[in-house]
């Protein structure tokens, strides 16, 4: 299985970003699929999350801001965020349930799952 994040980058204040996790040896479809983002000096949190059934669920940070979604045809998640603040600025990290490691989804019916798995993550830098 790998989980592969593209997208990041470095965006002024409310400015507009999309990454893009593209997945093999696994069907997006079928499984919750996430993002999340650390912080330096802070713990791992979930952004958003959408489960198989399409169902979305956003942490309070991120709603109204950012859009999660998939395309099933090329087996990929994205995350649209816009009118991006520096609080913003994180590693974001694709993940996919179903897998051996630790993850705390937290979000909607997600939240069943206790692991999955990780992608390598991508950065977003947002200045003021």
């Known amino acids: 299985v790998q989980l592969v994040e593209s997208g990041g980058g470095s965006v002024r204040t409310g400015g507009s970003l999309r990454l893009s996790c593209a997945a093999s040896?696994?069907?997006?479809?079928?499984?919750?699929m996430g993002w999340f983002r650390q912080a330096p000096g802070k713990d791992r949190e979930v952004v958003a999350v959408?489960?198989?059934?399409?169902?979305?669920t956003y942490a309070n940070s991120a709603k109204g801001r950012f859009t999660i979604s998939r395309d099933n045809a090329r087996n990929t998640l994205y995350l649209e965020m816009a009118n991006l603040e520096p609080d913003d600025t994180a590693m974001y990290y694709c993940?996919?349930?179903?897998?051996?490691?630790?993850?705390?989804?937290?979000?909607?019916?997600?939240?069943?799952w206790g692991s999955g798995y990780w992608g390598q993550g991508t950065q977003v830098t947002v200045s003021s």
């Open positions: 040896g696994y069907t997006v479809r079928r499984y919750c």
């Open positions: 993940a996919g349930s179903g897998g051996p490691y630790d993850i705390e989804w937290e979000l909607g019916i997600c939240a069943r």
């Open positions: 959408i489960d198989s059934d399409g169902t979305t």
